[in-house]
């Protein structure tokens, strides 16, 4: 740390940081575009000029670029130098020359970093007379709006979109006044990232298309804090609603999940909650399976006649629902008639997963240790599909290890592009094996080709190289001893290596044998971590309340233990082959089905009961850590549309089950849940309850410049109704309440005088690039165990993958559009899924006689699809690859075996 002085005062600066951090950390107000705390500086824009003075005694003093000069010892600069404030006036005047200053029509209005930094400059009068510069805009697929002449050069977009996102397709082209910041042609950009050009760039170039569609202006936004429910990572959002609808979503930070970034799936996702095939009305289907609606007070009565009182009734829960929503079916039907419903690969793996995070003595690692890891070994997931965001913290480690490196050169971390330029061959000990290709493969070391059993067989191979004593691994090669060799060497260096793996194979001998390998490297100064990727956004927190799989209520049906079954949030179609599920409703009576979309189950429902998304209530999630985070409404519920967890209480008081239990609001339920289940003691503390108050005060919801409820209105009416207030919630839901100083996990969106923009973000950090001010939200319910006596977890090493003749092994290929439920209902993301396929590699095609555009015959147990080949070269021989999830596969246990035909036809193409 270091004493520096800026306008006459002591300020205590980190000899890490820059001169611009220093400032912004200490609540000063400087101009700058160019610099992001996680992208560091490179001096492009020269806004953000100081005076540097040389001692006390020197009045002359120089120019410096704040974000390109050291904080050291003694430094003295002056932000309010009338020559500084005159040279930053100046910048922005010539950025300005050719910016159309449409701010009345542009959809960055009211929170443009460039109009905060005008107005902080205090430049307000345009002298430049001449015809400006045009750029012809492109189409940059469903998810941003192009508008290059807003354009003021700062490099933001670029040195994201290439340098931390790995994209390859937006550069920047030509110079000068001719500078153009976007593709070689039209098109969708190809990078999982794109999304965050929106909050990156300081101008209106990059702008949300899905908000454009149904544009209201910032201002006019009602927003909450939320946790995305696209995948089991748990990256914290910031809902925006806007007359009922949810109109974007935006990135709120969290230092040990997210950050700054989110996936393209979790930004663009939301628009499944607008979607017309959303459930609003109850209805009730008699014999005949004919749907009518009904009232509320009809079907409950209803429903209450198919509960006998002899316990004949189960509970299907679902991995996408809160935790409330599950322990409230839970209490529901009965501890033992409450089944996961996730498919058996799922809850094999979801067990091993809980069995090795409660039990285990290795750290699970956040997000934010992910990024510093100095050694990483992938086994057999596709993160970038699975766990989008960490694929994209993963791929900070090379920059991690590059800083390390420029540190013995003096080179300050925030230098970015000396340190890019120190890290441009270098490939890092970054360590993948899967049996397909990933968008990982650019930046690793080495990369291992195998089926699921043989990546495992490695993972054990590589445990014998790090402890002899354990079973050694049979069978092996040659060359496949030689990389475990390689892969244990890298790992033993290192400081904090990472092993990550997950459910993507259905694997639990990977699961095991990853931690296993962190278990071997759990010695010495050395600081392993593990990171086990799940399916869904409450996955975890699922199987955490119950094992098991869906496959155990069918055989609890075909047993006669049940006439009626309610299923929460879940389509069992996606969960289970078609004929099993068919005949798991053929041996029930009644199906009661709870959900906020239309699926083939609610369409098989006797009675359907509309409830509540994710933006339309409160709930708690668990995620892929163990770190259970609280969501809050952004919506307020339509028509008969309630929270899961009300339905079924509202069931357990008019039939008399569990009729103790007297809930009001989410935070009742969460109690119940902590204090009935130890494991889930401390979820309370994940957010502050609803009748959290600040000096009297809620949090408000909108934005003081909020244009008001007449305003709003004044299309059909000229009073001003009363503003809705959401019951058993800390927020407003208005633009009156609270701003301040708040707890993070009550943060409904970062603004700040002076600071319209999300840039205002510092101002609620101790420091940039750290938590926020109090801790960032969320509680983990995990941690190491450090009284545990069993050195390495029970497992079994597995044979070795042979292949078949007549048969191929088939395993999924994840997407990151299509693959997830409630994101591929969004109109935006529906436009970039793939149509199903079949993945071969080219000799087992030749095998079948099969070519590019041919259709093939893939035979299950379960059933069989028409499916187009796909070439892979690199999947192994005796392995298929089908897209999960996508229409016509959903209804596949996979990995499974299938046989594999030439069809008769072959008109479908890829």
């Known amino acids: 740390m270091a004493i520096i002085h800026i306008d006459g005062n002591e300020f205590i600066a980190n000899t890490q940081h820059n001169l611009l951090q220093t400032c912004l950390e200490g609540g000063l107000d400087l101009p700058y575009f160019c610099w ?22 020197d009045k002359t003093g120089r120019i410096v670029m704040a974000c390109m000069t050291p904080a050291v010892e003694g430094t003295r600069i002056s932000i309010a130098d009338p020559e500084a404030r005159k040279f930053r006036a100046s910048v922005i005047e010539w950025m300005m020359t050719n910016h159309p200053h449409d701010c009345p029509v542009c959809e960055e209005g009211g929170e443009c970093h460039l109009q905060d930094m005008t107005v902080m400059t205090g430049h307000t009068y345009r002298r430049y007379r001449f015809t400006k510069r045009t750029h012809k805009n492109q189409y940059l697929g469903p998810f941003i709006r192009h508008e290059m002449n807003r354009c003021i050069a700062c490099y933001r977009c670029v040195r994201f979109y290439k340098d931390y996102a790995g994209g390859s397709d937006l550069n920047v082209q030509g110079a000068h006044n001719n500078i153009y910041f976007g593709r070689d042609e039209d098109g969708v950009l190809e990078n999982e990232f794109s999304g965050n050009l929106v909050e990156i760039c300081p101008t209106g170039v990059f702008t949300d298309k899905t908000l454009s569609s149904a544009y209201k202006r910032k201002w006019d936004l009602r927003s909450v804090p939320s946790v995305c429910v696209h995948c089991g990572v748990g990256c914290n959002t910031c809902v925006s609603e806007h007359g009922g609808q949810i109109r974007r979503i935006l990135n709120r930070f969290n230092g040990k999940v997210n ?5 393209d799936r979790g930004r663009f996702g939301y628009e499944f909650a607008n979607a017309p095939h959303r459930l609003n009305a109850s209805a009730i289907r ?16 209803e429903i209450a006649k198919q509960f006998d009182g002899s316990g ?11 935790l409330e929503a599950n322990f409230a079916l839970r209490a529901l039907v009965g501890a033992d008639s409450f089944y996961s419903g996730v498919s058996v690969q799922d809850a094999i793996c979801l067990e091993a997963i809980v069995n090795i995070l409660s039990s285990g003595t290795i750290k699970t690692a956040t997000l934010q240790d992910a990024e510093t890891a100095d050694a ?26 590059a800083t390390t490196s420029a540190a013995q050169l003096k080179i300050a971390p925030w230098q970015d592009t000396a340190i890019r330029s120190a890290a441009s061959n270098t490939r890092g000990t970054f360590f993948i094996a899967s049996p397909a290709a990933t968008h990982l493969d650019d930046v690793a070391a080495e990369v291992y080709r195998a089926a699921p059993d043989d990546i495992a067989r490695l993972g054990f191979a590589i445990c014998y190289q790090l402890d002899n004593s354990l079973p050694s691994v049979d069978g092996l090669s040659a060359d496949i001893q030689a990389i475990a060799a390689r892969i244990a060497r890298a790992l033993q260096t290192a400081k904090h290596p990472l092993i990550v793996a997950g459910c993507q194979l259905g694997s639990s001998p990977i699961l095991n044998a990853a931690a296993a390998v962190a278990q071997a490297l759990n010695h010495g100064d050395r600081t392993p971590n593990l990171m086990l990727a799940v399916p869904e956004c409450n996955s975890l927190g699922l199987a955490l309340m119950k094992d098991g799989s869906i496959e155990d209520a069918f055989a609890a049906a075909a047993n006669g233990a049940s006439t009626t079954v309610i299923v929460l949030e879940n389509d069992l179609y996606r969960r289970a082959p078609r004929q099993a599920v068919d005949i798991f409703f053929n041996n029930i009576t009644n199906l009661i089905a709870l959900d906020h979309v239309s699926t083939k189950t609610t369409s098989e429902a006797n009675f ?7 933006s339309e209530c409160e709930g708690t999630l668990v995620n892929n850590e163990g770190r259970a985070q609280r969501s809050f409404q952004a919506v307020i519920p339509k028509d008969d549309v309630q929270p899961g967890w009300l339905w079924l209480h509202k069931i357990a ?29 401390e979820i309370c503390k994940a957010a502050p309850s609803g009748d959290f108050r600040i000096a009297g005060s809620r949090i408000r919801s909108e934005p003081h410049r909020y244009s008001g409820r007449t305003a709003v209105d004044a299309a059909w009416t000229m009073h001003e109704p009363k503003a809705a207030v959401q019951n058993g919630s800390p927020f407003s839901g208005t633009m009156e309440g609270y701003y301040g100083q708040m707890p993070a996990a009550l943060i409904p969106f970062f603004w700040a005088p002076g600071w319209n923009s999300g840039q205002s973000l510092h101002k609620f950090q101790d420091e940039a690039s750290g938590s926020l001010r109090g801790g960032d939200s969320g509680i983990r319910l995990l941690e190491p165990c450090a009284s545990n006596t069993a050195k390495y977890p029970l497992y079994t090493i597995p044979a070795a993958f042979k292949r078949e003749d007549s048969r191929w092994l088939v395993i999924p290929s994840q997407h990151i559009f299509g693959s997830e439920e409630l994101s591929a209902l969004a109109p935006s993301i529906a436009e970039l899924c793939k149509l199903p396929y079949l993945s071969l590699n080219v000799e087992d095609a030749k095998i079948l006689g099969a070519q590019p555009g041919s259709t093939l015959k893939v035979t299950f147990d379960s059933g069989q699809a028409l499916l187009p080949i796909l070439l892979a070269p690199e999947l192994p021989s005796g392995v298929a690859a089908i897209g999960a999830g996508l229409p016509g596969t959903v209804e596949f246990s996979l990995p499974g075996w299938a046989t594999i035909l030439r069809a008769a036809t072959e008109e479908a193409t890829p």
């Open 36 to 57: 992001h705390p996680a992208l560091g500086s490179v001096g492009a824009c020269r806004q953000c000029a100081v005076k540097q003075f040389a001692n006390p005694d």
């Open 259 to 263: 950050g700054y970034f989110l996936c």
């Open 286 to 301: 008699d014999s005949s399976m004919i749907a009518r609606p009904a009232e509320q007070a009809e079907i409950l009565e």
């Open 312 to 322: 004949s009734v189960i509970g299907i829960g679902s991995p996408r629902a809160s």
């Open 376 to 401: 990483i070994l992938i086994l057999g997931e596709d993160v970038t599909n699975t766990a989008p965001r960490l694929a994209l913290a993963l791929r900070q480690t090379l920059h991690a290890r």
């Open 608 to 614: 359907v009961l509309p409830c509540t998304n994710f």
């Open 653 to 681: 008081k008019i039939t008399g089950r569990n009729a103790s239990a007297d809930w009001k609001f989410c935070d009742d339920v969460a109690r119940t849940i902590a204090a009935t289940l130890p494991i889930f003691a």
